[in-house]
C-alpha cells in the first residue's frame, strides 16, 4: 500500500509513506529440517523465530506454494563466487519488485520527506540468523563504530552515505525506527539501498563488538589478533566483518542461507536461516531449499558439467554460445535450459579512450567522425546472426526497446551498416594516405592500427572482435585484440596507455527517469571512455584530468542537474537530452543488446520462471524472482 500526501509540486517533492502490502497471517507451519531441534529445544518454534509481522510472500501462478527441502547444487570457478549468495538472496532493506518499483523488505516500511529525510521502521521481533534480535543498535554500531571509527575506516564513511562531501545525520528513534536525513537531496540513497552491491548500513553488533576495542578487553583483544595472525584489533575486526564474502561463517547475517564452510575449500555448504522473515501464503518459512552448496571448477568446464546434470541451477560461466550444447543434452541430463533476456545498454560495446596518452589517437578518439566512421562500418546484422541466432536487437549502447525513456533513434542513429558513409569520413578527417595493405596511415605516418584492451575472460569478445576487425578492415582501419587480465586491462585504461577496450554496455538497459544517470557522464573512472575526467570528479579533483571537452562537461553538468531536481518530467527531459547526447556523439559504440542468456535447471525446480530479465543491477541475476520461493517437485 503506498499513500501520497502532497508537499510540494514535483512528484519526487512529496512526502511518500511506503507499507508492505501484507495478507492476513496465515496459521504457522514448522520447518521439517528444523523439527526435531525444535522438539528437543534447542531452537524455539517458528512463531517465535519470524517477526511479528513478517513478509508474507504471495506466489502467483504458475507458481505454487512448495514443499521445504532439498538441496540445490551449482558451480564456481573460483572460491571469491561465494558471494554470489548475497546476490541472490537478494535481501535489503528495500528491494525492486519485478515492475522495478520500491517496496520494504527487511523493513516493514519507510518514509521519504523530500528525499532528504528517510526514516526506516524495522519488523519487531526481527533476528538474526543467530537468533539475536535484529534492532537499531545494529544502525547505531555500524554508524558511530565502523564508520566513523578512525581505525576501521580511514577515509570515513563511504562515498555513498556523502551527499557534496556531507555526511548524513543518523538518528536512533527508538529499537526498531532509525531516520537518516540530509540538508540537501539524495535521490540516489534509495536506489542504492535497493540495489544488487550490498549496501549494509547495520552490522551484527552483538557479534562484532567483542572485536572491538571499545567494547572488549584491550589485552584480551590483542591476543585474538595475534592468534589470527592480524597487526591489531582494526585488522581483526575488519576481516571477520564481512557481509558479503560469506567467509566467516561465525558472522550472523539476515539472508535466505548462510554459509557455513570457511575457506580454503572447494565445496561450499549455506544452509537455511531458521530466522529469515519471509513466510508464504500457507504460513511456511521461507526458504524452501534447505541448502545451497557450491561446488568449484575450471570456469572452462562449467558448461559442460551443467550438461552432464552436475548443477540444479546454472547461470555463471555460461553464455549463449553454450545453448546448442546445453539444449542437446537437456533429456538425458534432467535439466531444462531457459532463455532470459538480458538487459544491458550493449551485450559488448567497444570504448574509444578520450584520454588516451598517445596524443594522435587521442585527436582522433575525440573527433566524433571518427567515432562515427567505426560504428558505421561495423556489420551488426552479420554479428547478431552469425554468434546470436539473430534473436539480438542490434543496437547503440543506450537503453533497450522496454525502458520507458526509450526513442528509436538512440538505438540506430550512426549505427547502420554503412561503409561508403565510413570511409568518406575517414577521407574528411584527413586519413587519405594508405599502406600497401590499404590501411589507413596516421598524420603522423603510423598504420591505423587500433588495439583493443579485453580482459579475454569470455570467447563471445573475441568472436565479436574478430568480425569487426574484418569489417574496418573495409574502411582501412586495423584492429588487433590484446587479452590481459582484468586488473591489468583496467589500469591499463585509467592511466591512459590504453587506446580502445570491450567491455560490456551500460549496465543498466532499463533504467526510468527517476533512475540516475551517472552511467552517461564522466562520474567513476570505470566509464572506460573517460576514464581520467571520471576519476578527477571521484577524487574531489585530487587525480585524474578536467574536462576539456564542452559535449562532455554539457553531460556532467546535465547529471548535477539531475541530482538537484526533484521533479520527475526535468528528471525525464534531462535523460533524454543526454541519451540524445550519447547516440549523437557515440562515444561507445554499442553492437547488440538484449543477448538471451541461458539458464539451467533441474526439471524438478519449480518456481523459476520461464521467462524473465538477468541483469546484474536492478535485477541481482535470478535474485529479483525469488530464489527462496524455488523447490524440488515431481
Known amino acids: ?43 524455539p518454534p517458528i512463531a517465535q523465530r519470524i517477526p511479528e509481522q513478517p513478509l508474507i510472500v504471495t506466489l502467483k501462478a504458475p507458481q505454487e506454494a512448495g514443499k521445504p527441502g532439498g538441496d540445490l547444487r551449482s558451480m564456481i570457478s573460483r572460491a571469491r563466487e561465494t558471494r554470489l549468495l548475497n546476490v541472490i538472496g537478494y535481501t535489503r532493506l528495500i528491494t525492486y519488485n519485478e515492475k522495478y518499483e520500491y517496496v520494504p523488505d527487511l523493513l516493514e516500511k519507510f518514509e521519504i520527506q523530500d528525499e532528504r529525510v528517510f526514516t526506516f521502521y524495522l519488523r519487531k521481533g526481527h533476528r538474526w540468523s543467530d537468533g539475536h534480535p535484529f534492532t537499531t543498535e545494529d544502525f547505531r554500531y555500524y554508524w558511530e563504530d565502523v564508520a566513523n571509527n578512525r581505525d576501521l575506516s580511514p577515509a570515513g564513511p563511504m562515498q555513498d552515505l556523502l551527499v557534496d562531501g556531507e555526511k548524513p545525520k543518523v538518528e536512533i528513534i527508538d529499537a526498531t525506527t532509525v531516520r537518516f536525513s540530509w540538508s540537501k537531496r539524495n535521490p540516489a540513497f534509495l536506489p542504492r539501498i535497493a540495489g544488487t552491491s550490498a549496501f549494509n548500513l547495520y552490522r551484527p553488533a552483538h557479534y562484532l563488538k567483542q572485536f572491538h576495542v571499545r567494547y572488549a578487553d584491550p589485552q584480551k ?17 575488519g576481516r571477520l566483518d564481512n557481509m558479503v564474502e560469506g ?45 545451497i552448496i557450491f561446488t568449484q571448477a575450471d570456469g572452462k568446464l562449467i558448461p559442460a558439467k551443467a550438461g552432464a546434470g552436475e548443477a540444479d541451477l546454472q547461470f555463471r560461466n555460461i553464455n549463449f554460445s553454450n545453448f546448442t550444447f546445453l539444449k542437446e543434452n537437456e533429456k538425458r541430463a534432467g535439466y531444462k535450459t531457459l532463455l532470459w533476456r538480458t538487459a544491458k545498454g550493449s551485450h559488448i560495446a567497444l570504448y574509444p579512450n578520450l584520454n588516451s596518452n598517445d596524443e594522435t589517437w587521442r585527436k582522433l578518439m575525440r573527433d566524433a567522425r571518427f567515432r562515427h566512421a567505426l560504428s558505421l562500418g561495423i556489420d551488426r546484422q552479420a554479428i547478431n546472426e552469425s554468434l546470436f541466432f539473430g534473436l539480438a536487437i542490434e543496437s547503440n549502447n543506450t537503453v533497450m526497446p522496454d525502458s520507458p525513456l526509450f526513442k528509436p533513434e538512440y538505438k540506430d542513429t550512426n549505427a547502420q551498416l554503412d561503409v561508403a558513409t565510413a570511409n568518406r569520413l575517414l577521407d574528411q578527417i584527413g586519413l587519405t594516405r594508405r599502406d600497401g595493405s590499404g590501411i589507413r596511415l596516421l598524420p603522423d605516418g603510423r598504420p591505423a592500427e587500433i588495439i583493443v584492451e579485453t580482459a579475454g575472460e569470455d570467447t563471445e569478445q573475441t568472436d565479436v572482435l574478430e568480425l569487426i576487425g574484418e569489417n574496418w578492415a573495409k574502411i582501412g582501419i586495423k584492429l588487433f585484440a590484446k587479452p590481459s587480465q582484468r586488473d591489468v586491462v583496467r589500469n591499463r585504461i585509467f592511466s591512459g596507455e590504453a587506446m580502445m577496450s570491450v567491455w560490456a554496455g551500460m549496465e543498466n538497459g532499463l533504467p526510468t527517469a527517476d533512475m540516475k544517470p551517472n552511467e552517461l557522464a564522466p562520474t567513476s573512472q570505470y566509464g572506460l571512455q573517460w576514464p581520467k575526467w571520471g576519476q578527477w570528479f571521484e577524487t574531489g579533483q585530487k587525480s585524474g584530468e578536467p574536462i576539456d571537452m564542452p559535449l562532455v562537461q554539457e553531460l556532467f553538468d546535465l547529471y548535477q542537474a539531475w541530482l538537484d531536481t526533484g521533479d520527475r518530467a526535468e528528471r525525464a527531459r534531462i535523460w533524454h537530452r543526454m541519451l540524445s547526447i550519447h547516440a549523437e556523439q557515440t562515444f561507445t559504440i554499442g553492437v547488440v543488446t538484449g543477448v538471451f542468456q541461458p539458464i539451467v535447471a533441474n526439471k524438478k525446480l519449480h518456481n523459476i520462471p520461464k521467462e524473465g530479465v538477468f541483469n546484474w543491477d536492478p535485477g541481482a541475476f535470478v535474485g529479483l524472482y525469488r530464489p527462496e520461493t524455488f523447490w524440488f517437485g515431481q
Request: charged share 20%; aromatic share 6%; proline share 10%.
Open 1 to 43: 500500500m503506498k499513500t501520497i500526501s502532497s508537499l510540494g509540486a514535483g512528484l519526487l517533492a512529496l512526502a511518500l509513506s511506503y507499507t508492505a502490502a501484507q495478507a492476513q497471517m496465515p496459521d504457522l507451519q514448522e520447518t521439517p529440517m528444523l523439527a526435531a531441534e525444535v522438539s528437543a529445544g534447542k531452537m
Open 221 to 237: 583483544l590483542a591476543a585474538l589478533a595475534a592468534a589470527d595472525k592480524r597487526p591489531n584489533w582494526a585488522a581483526l575486526h
Open 247 to 291: 567467509d566467516n561463517p561465525d558472522l550472523p547475517g539476515l539472508d535466505p542461507w548462510t554459509m557455513t564452510t570457511k575457506p580454503p575449500a572447494v565445496r561450499f555448504v549455506a544452509a537455511r536461516n531458521p530466522y529469515f522473515h519471509r513466510i508464504d501464503s500457507n504460513g511456511r518459512q521461507l526458504p524452501y531449499l534447505d541448502r
